[in-house]
């Protein structure tokens, strides 16, 4: 028989309470989202209380489901249309300014680097404030809409490239360049097939980072959008969530979330066959979303 | 092989000049783009705040010489934070506290769950990790939607509550409750510091721990004299990784109370930034919460790039 004070003082005794945190923790966090989803196949209006199973949100209502309303499937596309630009211009431009960054001494790339990191714990929405006055105020050519959302967005994004691109830069060194260059390589050439092959990993890290959080971004896109047109999935959730919606706006929470694991599913087992055999990448879940 | 590729080397002087060259060919694009969408429009909030409001169109009228600037759209939001006129008084401490609050819960549930989780090694680490990360790839607005539909007045917590109706249970849990709000904001940020913290701890060398045991430190003492001073820069860094957006957000309240009861500062930039005539007091605002921001911010760039932390 074992008091509390022998159970307490045992070195060999299962963690319980971190492992009823971490459960209660995933209970919390994962719960109320998986409720959100099941309530977006109700047969009836109500988003408490469940009326039975149906997709009438999803395709069968004829004015009412997502795919008959013009407003939601606009916001959904619209979404993946700015998730996929912002990454087309985000990725190549982190990627170079991370090589650029990290083979040129001296104070002003130190500042750029310093600059960027800023822009990652920047709060969001004075960058969205700045931008919508430049936007509005200035004649510029490149008006509110998807113009402004992507250029918004980029530069909200470009820190997650450029940070996992320098970490994966230190962490494989210069000796193979410095090897291909040895052996008769020009730079660039050493560039682009010795370190861009060694950097691939962290290249497509950072492409699904940067896809699945712009297709969650709010704050910028809600300012710099032009009209109803140019709001994409989170902003028509903001817009209507607290003005009796019907289980719609769940069915269009979820297509954009089924979206999401879908892109982080097939990204996650793209990163293992990419990084297959690869011992100096962190092959597990955690080198993939960058620990950031 | 042709003959060219078995040619001498050019020589390696201009083949260092070639690469030195080269870096900042890279990096020019991105900080060109930093530069000008960036630190830009920052000066354009500031031309802005010392401008000019257009006495009849009641629109903001940016100036651009800083010697012409005109303080008194800033003087007039620093005027009215305390003191009788002190509208915006309680929107900032409300933030402060809020921020506080919610940052101090995320630590709390945050720091056991990533120690937990870099401790433990086998194959459920992976799908645990996994689904830890799980909430920061689903949309924020819709983590805030599936609160709204659970805090409804007939919604599943009021049911919960009542126990089956055994009890009769109608909390307003979505007007006006700080406390829903502050829950919210943990709820909604906490999965921003669990991974930062699982990167540092996962990092702590094991052997050091052992140590302290072995040494005879018990299982407090080990962790209050080795682990946390061990893991305190990451922590740091955890926590202002989170509490630096949760300074700007609007939303959360918005969604979770829309009562100015639970306003924060963010409220009050997101409520005069789209009012004709307010668009400078917008800016002032913006350049508050920056003033606050930027030392925390700072402090951070330290951490990150002296390498003690991976972000």
């Known amino acids: 028989m074992r008091g509390p004070v022998a159970w307490w003082n045992d070195p060999w005794r299962p963690p319980r309470i971190l492992v009823g945190v971490t459960a209660a923790y995933l209970a919390w966090s994962l719960i109320p989202v998986l409720i959100a989803v099941i309530f977006s196949f109700n047969n009836g209006r109500s988003r408490t209380s469940w009326q039975g199973f149906s997709t009438r949100w999803y395709w069968g209502d004829a004015t009412k489901s997502v795919w008959h309303d013009a407003a939601l499937h606009t916001a959904l596309l619209q979404t993946l249309k700015l998730g996929v630009i912002t990454t087309l211009v985000t990725v190549p431009l982190g990627v170079m300014f991370a090589i650029g960054i990290d083979r040129w001494r001296g104070r002003l790339p130190a500042g750029a680097n310093m600059l960027m990191l800023v822009s990652f714990v920047l709060p969001e929405v004075l960058l969205a404030v700045a931008l919508l006055f430049v936007v509005t105020s200035l004649s510029l050519p490149i008006g509110l809409g998807t113009g402004a ?65 712009v297709i ?26 607290r003005a009796a919606p019907t289980p719609a706006l769940n069915a269009l929470a979820a297509l954009l979330l089924f979206a999401a694991l879908l892109a982080i599913t097939l990204g996650y087992l793209a990163y293992r066959r990419i990084t297959r055999g690869d011992h100096t990448a962190d092959r597990g879940i955690a080198g993939f979303a960058g620990e950031a | 092989m042709t003959l060219t590729e078995v040619a001498p080397q050019p020589a390696p002087q201009s083949k260092r000049a070639r690469a030195s060259l080269l870096g900042p060919a890279l990096a020019l694009p991105g900080i060109a783009w930093l530069l000008l969408f960036f ?58 506290v809020y921020v506080l609050l919610a940052g101090l819960l995320c630590l709390l ?70 406390a829903v709000v502050v829950l919210g904001l943990a709820y909604g940020y906490v999965a921003y510091m669990i991974l930062p913290l699982y990167a540092g701890l996962d990092r702590l060398p094991q052997s050091t721990l052992e140590a302290a045991r072995d040494l005879g430190a018990n299982r407090v003492a080990s962790f209050w004299r080795v682990t946390l001073p061990m893991c305190l820069p990451t922590i740091v860094a955890a ?73």
Request: glycine share 8%; with cysteine.
């Open chain 1, 149 to 213: 959302q992507v250029l918004g967005l980029v530069t909200f994004q470009i820190a997650y490239p450029a940070v996992l691109v320098r970490a994966r830069l230190a962490t494989i060194g210069t000796q193979y360049e410095e090897a291909a260059m040895d052996l008769g390589a020009s730079p660039l050439a050493a560039l682009r097939r010795v370190t861009l092959p060694l950097l691939l990993p962290a290249i497509f890290a950072s492409i699904v980072l940067v896809f699945a959080d």
């Open chain 1, 216 to 241: 969650d971004d709010f704050v910028l896109v809600r300012y710099l959008s032009s009209n109803s047109s140019t709001e994409p999935v989170s902003v028509k959730i903001y817009n209507t969530a």
């Open chain 2, 39 to 96: 630190l830009a429009p920052l000066y354009v909030v500031l031309a802005i705040v010392f401008g000019r409001t257009d006495p009849i169109f009641r629109t903001a009228v940016p100036v651009w010489n800083p010697l012409q600037w005109n303080p008194s759209q800033f003087n007039y939001v620093l005027g009215r934070i305390v003191g009788a006129q002190g509208i915006f008084g309680p929107a900032l401490l409300r933030t402060a």
């Open chain 2, 109 to 178: 549930i945050a720091f056991p769950v990533a120690y937990y989780v870099a401790r433990l090694s086998g194959r459920g680490k992976g799908l645990l990790l996994a689904l830890l990360i799980a909430p920061f790839w689903i949309s924020y607005m819709m983590r805030m939607l599936a609160w709204v539909n659970l805090l409804q007045d007939d919604g599943l917590v009021n049911r919960l509550l009542s126990l089956g109706g055994l009890f009769d249970v109608r909390v307003h849990w979505l007007t006006g409750q700080p």
């Open chain 2, 239 to 311: 926590v202002l990784l989170t509490c630096l957006p949760m300074l700007g957000d609007y939303f959360t309240s918005d969604m979770l109370s829309a009562s100015p009861k639970t306003a924060m500062v963010g409220n009050l930039i997101n409520d005069s930034v789209q009012s004709p005539g307010q668009t400078g007091q917008a800016g002032a605002l913006v350049m508050l919460v920056l003033l606050v921001a930027v030392l925390p911010m700072f402090y951070y760039v330290r951490v990150t790039s002296r390498g003690d932390v991976s972000s």
